[in-house]
């Protein structure tokens, strides 16, 4: 009883990222969770267990603060098909978008971007961006993620086709800090096992409703059915389909495969080629 109601705090927490309401009943688990340091990670082989309350595909930006935004009650399964240090995160240079100045606001933030994609953008997409970057940004910042300061405050800068000092980094390499730090966070948390070098094959489906009910795995030679209650797929994009890309060799768009040929079934939230912010 407790966990369902904990899934559903999660369910409503990310909400906005088509989480339909397929939540399946949790076992009692079993084996204490191993915890990890960064080194051993590295090269350490691990027994992977046959079932979570959630499991999160991706280790850049957009799954690594996933995991941490669920509640630590709740044990995560986070796979990445190569080390967790590796993703098109960390190679992003660039900073990261909010309205947190006195004289900016989300809306002004919403206008600059409609405007700016020239009417390509999704705007309930953009509004929910827009107006949760502020406290998103504050949630980085508790957790460790050093953007750059000017004095004591937060350095904003004015880019591109926003009206306001708006863009927070950290030096060239924002991503980085912010995939190190949320990284170091996750290897803190005895909810969370990490899989590394495990490839997602499918979402596995329960054949008579069609809800997701876990995912397959081909990890170390073989291939691997693990239940959870819900799946994230936090994947990122597919750079690698194009002749030429700044992108990592790993972005082959694999969570964007298998969410479009599996989107009309239930039970699957959907972040593929997404980060947390702007």
């Not at 080390?83 to 606001?105: F, Y």
């Not at 990592?248 to 694999?254: E, H, I, R, Y």
């Given at each position: 009883?407790?966990?369902?109601?904990?899934?559903?705090?999660?369910?409503r927490?990310?909400?906005?990222?088509?989480?339909?309401?397929?939540?399946?009943?949790?076992?009692?688990?079993?084996?204490?969770?191993l915890p990890y340091s960064p080194h051993s990670l590295l090269c350490l082989v691990i027994d992977i267990k046959s079932q979570f309350d959630v499991i999160v595909v991706g280790a850049g930006a957009a799954g690594l603060y996933t995991a941490l935004c669920i509640p630590a009650e709740l044990q995560i399964g986070l796979?990445?098909?190569?080390?967790?240090?590796?993703?098109?995160?960390?190679?992003?240079?660039?900073?990261?978008?909010?309205?947190?100045?006195?004289?900016?606001?989300p809306y002004l933030h919403i206008e600059d971007t409609m405007q700016a994609?020239?009417?390509?953008?999704?705007?309930?997409?953009?509004?929910?961006?827009?107006?949760?970057?502020?406290?998103?940004?504050?949630?980085?910042?508790n957790l460790g993620v050093a953007f750059d300061r000017h004095n004591s405050h937060l350095a904003l800068t004015l880019e591109a086709a926003h009206s306001r000092h708006r863009v927070l980094h950290a030096a060239d390499t924002t991503g980085r800090e912010v995939t190190t730090t949320l990284t170091n966070q996750v290897l803190r948390r005895q909810n969370i096992q990490v899989i590394q070098q495990a490839l997602a094959l499918s979402l596995w489906l329960e054949p008579e409703t069609r809800k997701c009910q876990g995912i397959s795995l081909f990890y170390?030679?073989?291939?691997?059915w693990i239940r959870a209650n819900a799946v994230v797929l936090a994947t990122g994009g597919g750079g690698q389909v194009f002749?030429?890309?700044?992108?990592?060799?790993?972005?082959?768009?694999?969570?964007?495969?298998s969410h479009g040929v599996l989107e009309q079934f239930s039970g699957i939230w959907n972040l593929c080629n997404s980060t947390p912010l702007l």
């Open positions: 009883m407790k966990k369902n109601v904990l899934l559903s705090k999660v369910a927490r990310f909400h906005t990222f088509d989480l339909l309401p397929s939540l399946l009943t949790s076992p009692s688990w079993g084996a204490p969770h796979i990445t098909k190569e080390t967790v240090s590796l993703s098109a995160s960390d190679w992003a240079q660039g900073g990261i978008a909010a309205a947190i100045a006195p004289e900016d606001s994609g020239a009417g390509l953008c999704d705007r309930p997409a953009v509004e929910f961006l827009a107006k949760q970057a502020p406290s998103c940004i504050q949630s980085l910042v170390q030679g073989h291939v691997k002749a030429q890309s700044t992108n990592p060799a790993v972005s082959t768009g694999d969570g964007v495969r």
